[in-house]
C-alpha cells in the first residue's frame, strides 16, 4: 500500500475487466502450483472458477507483468517489490504530504 500510496497506483482496471479477467484465466488454470501458499477460499474461488468472488476478494493481490514479448502472470508469492521498498524508505517520511504512505509503509 505504501509503493501503491506514493506512485498513485490504482488497485483495479479502469478500463473494464480485461487485467483483472487475464489473471483469473492464468490462476484458475494454475492455481495447484500454489496450493501449499493460498488459503482454503482462494482455493475454493480458482477450483470453481467464481470470478466474482476473484475480482471482489482477490484480484488484487495478483499482478500481470509484460516483460517484452513475454507474458507473464505473477503473484504476490513471486513479485519482489525490493526496488520499490527502497524508494520508499530514501523518502522523508515525516513530512506531511507523505502521511498516506507514511502510515502504510509502517504496517508494513
Excluded: W
Excluded at 49 to 72: L, P, V, W
Amino acid at each position: 500500500m505504501a509503493v501503491r500510496n506514493l506512485y498513485g497506483v490504482r488497485s483495479y482496471n479502469f478500463f473494464g475487466l480485461k487485467g483483472s479477467k487475464t489473471k483469473f484465466n492464468f490462476l484458475v488454470k494454475n492455481y495447484g502450483r500454489y496450493k501449499k501458499s493460498i488459503p482454503e477460499e482462494m482455493r475454493i474461488c480458482f477450483g470453481s472458477g467464481d470470478m466474482y468472488d476473484f475480482i471482489t476478494n482477490y484480484e488484487k493481490y495478483f499482478e500481470n507483468a509484460y516483460h517484452g514479448k513475454e507474458q507473464r502472470q505473477f503473484c504476490v508469492f513471486e513479485k519482489n517489490y525490493q526496488g520499490e521498498i527502497d524508494n520508499v524508505k530514501n523518502i522523508n517520511l515525516s513530512l506531511p504530504q507523505y502521511a498516506n504512505i507514511n502510515s502504510s509503509f509502517e504496517s508494513f
